[in-house]
């Protein structure tokens, strides 16, 4: 009842929905640290393809420009042949190879991936190998361009009838959208080569919201004890993401709604942001202190009496 | 600020810069590579991942800067995907791959090898009968729609065997048809197919059978059984190995996927994965092996005698490749 009154509570936009907290995965390290990893989701992994498939797209229609206009006529007996050969074994070698390669590399990742900032690792965090790269890969074949191609022939044309149709589509279907069906994201290829894809981790170091804010904010702002008791860390944790990213409007309805609950009376000309500063300081101060002490308060609904 | 300083903001800036370092060298290696890092460079790293992994632990106890812990969690991260990530240079795998991994995933599946095998000959040699029996059986499995059909003089057929001249361009027609628009893609489909429990992969070895047996089966009966048996197996030795070990690693795979044993089914199935995708690796090796024999060894030897004995070489060097070695057992 609380839990479902607190994500009604929670200003639009900066709530951490429940998808999302399904896509993250724990690891422990060597070290003992727990660290999380974000897998992808499924509409990334299909931006990705796709980027990958129009690079291999591109590749071999400038290929193709290359085979048929790079060598000059009469080089070879029988130059349309050769042609049309280096054209089939560009193609295969792409087609084979383009993600296998990409993926043995340093970012474990094609450039579609890249662009989407994901990386293949190896599930549970152990070491990705070279073999798990080529099995995630093979399957490939029959996810991608097993339907691709019967789609592009016609469904089959005209020795299939159907019903043998709709069969054979439902059973491209079970590898096509496998994804979307389990809990990791695990397409047939990651499953048999025991791979997650995630979001590659991009750290990013912003100030502290601390440190912006003036000594002279501090005089103004003076919150009583019982002021800083009333939000607990998860109400601190959405303040620091207005302060960080919230447009005037959020930080004025944030700083109205904040003033209305703490009972606080506004000086005239009262300015939202070094307001919201300031009580985001002193409230981060208080729960740091209880938190030294092994006394949490999980949010404002945490009295600490029961859990 | 001094009366308002918290504990946690001071905990940041006392080790603000060790985290930039880490962060500064594993940009470098993920753009340019481990080399670009000076020999010192190289002492700190470890150093500077275990500073960033216990103010991990420790910003986790002491501070509620939400931006804080992300950045040292994505940069910990970052940085365990480095440290504990595969180290092993290019030639390094590579070579372990050819005196390994690749024969030791090979011996791991004999059974699935020799289940596949009879599979793809068992279904040969009945459609081989067949057409014995009765030409009319050929007409079924005839893939290929050219001359060579019952209908055919011995002439015409014995004349498909050999071939007087042929150019470069030739050679290599065949080599990458062969390579690249057939076998390459049967094995790999063996391979994937296996998932499905390795029932497609069995149906699609029993086709393939089939097909070798109609054509087998057709020569024979034209009293042309010594020159095709050589004809196909100068390469064939190589190109049917490595169907059969595609099938296995897929049988593999399917096998782990019905009964995982007694892990879960998710880790049985990584395992084996990584086993058949050994395999898988060697079997294109295999095949690329096996069109150049077949776009040039067999265009330029039209002697049946020397490719039997190629035919023999290749089977006996596969076989000791694989199975005999003794040393290679660590």
């Known amino acids: 009842m609380a839990t479902a009154k607190a994500e009604k509570a929670r200003p639009q936009g900066y709530q951490t929905n429940a998808h999302d907290a399904r896509m993250w995965r724990e690891v422990t390290t060597p070290e003992g640290a727990v660290i999380r990893l974000r897998l992808a989701d499924a509409g990334e992994r299909a931006g990705a393809l796709f980027i990958d498939a129009g690079i291999m797209l591109v590749t071999l229609i400038v290929g193709g420009l290359i085979i048929a206009f790079g060598v000059p006529d009469g080089y070879f007996g029988d130059w349309s042949e050769v042609g049309q050969i280096l054209f089939n074994l560009f193609f295969f070698i792409l087609r084979a190879f383009y993600f296998t390669i990409f993926e043995m590399g340093r970012r474990a990742a094609t450039p579609g991936k890249r662009i989407m900032k994901l990386r293949v690792v190896a599930r549970e965090g152990r070491q990705l190998t070279a073999n798990a790269i080529f099995a995630r890969n093979v399957m490939r074949e029959l996810e991608v361009f097993l339907p691709f191609t019967f789609l592009l022939t016609g469904m089959g044309g005209d020795t299939l009838n159907g019903m043998m149709t709709l069969l054979v589509l439902v059973w491209l279907g079970v590898f096509v959208f496998m994804p979307v069906f389990n809990r990791d994201k695990l397409r047939g290829g990651d499953l048999v080569a025991g791979t997650w894809v995630i979001r590659n981790p991009k750290p990013e170091l912003a100030k502290d919201v601390t440190s912006t804010s003036a000594n002279a904010d501090d005089e103004a702002f003076v919150f009583t004890q019982e002021q800083l008791q009333t939000y607990g860390e998860h109400e601190l944790q959405v303040l620091e993401d207005v302060l960080r990213s919230g447009t005037g409007e959020v930080k004025a309805a944030v700083a109205s709604r904040i003033r209305a609950r703490i009972r606080w009376e506004a000086a005239p000309l009262e300015r939202d942001g070094p307001f919201l500063e300031a009580f985001y300081k002193q409230l981060r101060k208080t729960l740091e202190t209880r938190m030294l002490f092994g006394n949490r308060k999980k949010d404002k609904y945490d009295t600490g009496e029961s859990s | ?330």
């Open chain 2, 1 to 330: 600020m001094s009366e308002l300083d918290l504990k946690s903001y001071r905990f940041r800036a006392e080790r603000e810069d060790d985290w930039r370092a880490l962060e500064g060298l594993l940009e470098r290696i993920q753009n340019s590579g481990v080399n670009a890092l000076k020999p010192d460079e190289l002492v700190a790293l470890p150093q500077l991942y275990r500073t960033a992994v216990s103010s991990l632990s420790t910003a986790r106890a002491v501070s509620l800067d939400r931006n804080l812990i992300t950045y040292l969690e994505t940069l910990c991260t970052r940085g365990y995907l480095f440290m504990y990530g595969p180290r092993v240079s290019f030639w390094e795998r590579f070579s372990s791959f050819f005196r390994r991994d690749w024969p030791d995933a090979v011996r791991s599946m004999v059974g699935a090898t020799i289940l596949s095998a009879a599979i793809m000959f068992g279904f040969a040699l009945i459609v081989m009968l067949l057409v014995l029996s009765d030409s009319e059986w050929f007409y079924p499995f005839a893939a290929f729609l050219d001359e060579r059909t019952p209908e055919a003089s011995q002439e015409t057929l014995r004349a498909t065997l050999y071939t007087e001249d042929e150019d470069i361009a030739g050679m290599l027609s065949v080599f990458a048809s062969q390579l690249f628009t057939h076998n390459t893609m049967v094995a790999l489909l063996c391979f994937a197919l296996g998932f499905m429990v390795g029932i497609p992969t069995a149906i699609l070895l029993a086709y393939n059978g089939c097909i070798l047996g109609a054509y087998v089966g057709l020569y024979v009966s034209k009293g042309l059984g010594f020159e095709i048996i050589g004809w196909l197996m100068i390469h064939g030795v190589t190109e049917l190995f490595a169907i059969i070990l595609a099938a296995a690693a897929g049988f593999v795979i399917g096998k782990t996927l019905a009964f995982p044993g007694e892990k879960r089914r998710v880790d049985a199935m990584a395992d084996a994965g990584k086993r058949a995708g050994n395999v898988g690796m060697g079997v294109v090796v295999m095949l690329f092996l096996a069109a150049l024999l077949e776009g040039f060894g067999r265009q330029l030897i039209n002697d049946d005698l020397t490719r039997y004995m190629m035919a023999g070489v290749s089977l006996l060097g596969w076989l000791s490749y694989f199975y005999l070695r003794p040393e290679a057992k660590r």
